[in-house]
C-alpha cells in the first residue's frame, strides 16, 4: 500500500477570527426652513472638505421632475459655482428657488438627507445627497387592485 500524503490541521485553524467592525459614522445633514442646505461641521470634517475654500457645482438627475438627490462637485473655477457660507455649528448653501422649482417643500415638511461620496471624474470626487422627508408617506386611498380576496367574494 501507498504512503498517502496526508495535511494535518492546527487547534488554531479551527477557531474563527473576528476583526472588530468600527461603526460607521452615517453622514448626515439638512435643508433649512428657509431654504439652505446644513451641513454640519462634523460632517464635512468626515469628507475633508475645507469649508472655507471650497466651492461647489451642485446639480440633480437629469430628466426628473422632483428632486431625490443633490450632487455637489468641488470646483475651483469661481464662475457658477456656490460657496459654504458659516452658520451656527455647520456651513449652509442657500438654494431656496432651486429646492422650490424642484418640488421640495421646505416650509412645511422636514428633509433630512444622507451624503455619500463618488468618483465623478478622475481625480475629483462628488457628494450625491439623498434627500428623504421625514413625514410618513400618507395612507393609499384609492380603489383597490387586483383580484378579489375570498373572503370578500363569499360575503357579496
Known sequence: MKAKAIKFFSPEENSTITKK????????????????????SKTLEELGIDATSTSFKIGSQEGKRTLKFLYLIPSSDANGTFAL???????TIPLEVILKKGGVDFENNKFKFTVTPFNYEEGVVGYELALSNSEPKPEYTGKPRGRKKKADVIAE
Open 85 to 91: 457660507v458659516k452658520s451656527g455649528r455647520g456651513f
Open 21 to 40: 467592525v468600527q461603526p460607521k459614522v452615517e453622514l448626515t445633514g439638512y435643508i433649512s426652513g428657509t431654504g439652505k442646505i446644513v451641513l454640519p
